[in-house]
């Protein structure tokens, strides 16, 4: 890894300020597109947790249980539990599918597990480019300060 960072620097060194500007511009978009992805990671997992949670205790209460049934965030209505066995999964993009609650909360538990892989992969990629990032910032702050002193000599 510490020689791909020097000869990485070294490519950087024969770069000339525009170019270097142009790649540190590069590499800081970049990690901003790949925080904005991590947190996007995030969120969905909460979600998922949340989702996981709610089939755990739901399969715990008993059939003809009185319960509050939310319809948005904050809108709620009261219902009765009828099939705590079967649960409709949210599939993606409108799509439900009927499952067991083991199925429902193997599902859930699988999609936690991706999107904990998704996400330990990605932010190594975003370790990468901040380096990238922080090395260009580094050499082109050199090469100003060599052109200033040139200049004013």
Same mark, same amino acid.
């Given at each position: ?14 770069? !000339? ?5 142009? %790649?540190?511009? /590069? ?6 597109? +790949?925080?904005? *992805? @991590? ?13 996981? !949670? ?5 399969? %715990?209460?008993? /059939? ?6 939310? +319809?948005?965030? *904050? @809108? ?78």
């Amino acid at each position: 890894m510490a020689s791909s960072s020097s000869s990485a620097r070294g490519e950087m060194e024969k770069m !000339g300020i525009d170019q270097l500007k142009a %790649l540190k511009e /590069q590499a800081d978009l970049e990690v901003n597109l +790949l925080q904005d *992805s @991590l947190n996007n990671i995030r969120t969905a997992n909460a979600r998922l947790e949340s989702a996981a !949670g709610a089939l755990n205790d739901l399969s %715990l209460r008993p /059939q003809g249980k009185k319960m509050l049934v939310p +319809l948005t965030a *904050s @809108l709620y209505v009261p219902g009765t539990l009828d099939e705590a066995d079967k649960v409709l999964v949210d599939i993606g993009t409108g799509y439900f599918i009927e499952k067991t609650m083991d199925d429902g909360k193997d599902y859930c538990q699988r999609k936690i597990n991706l999107l904990k892989s998704n996400y330990e992969q990605l932010f190594e990629v975003l370790a990468k480019k901040k380096n990238v990032a922080d090395e260009a910032g580094m050499v082109l702050q050199s090469k100003v300060r060599q052109l200033q002193a040139a200049t004013s000599s």
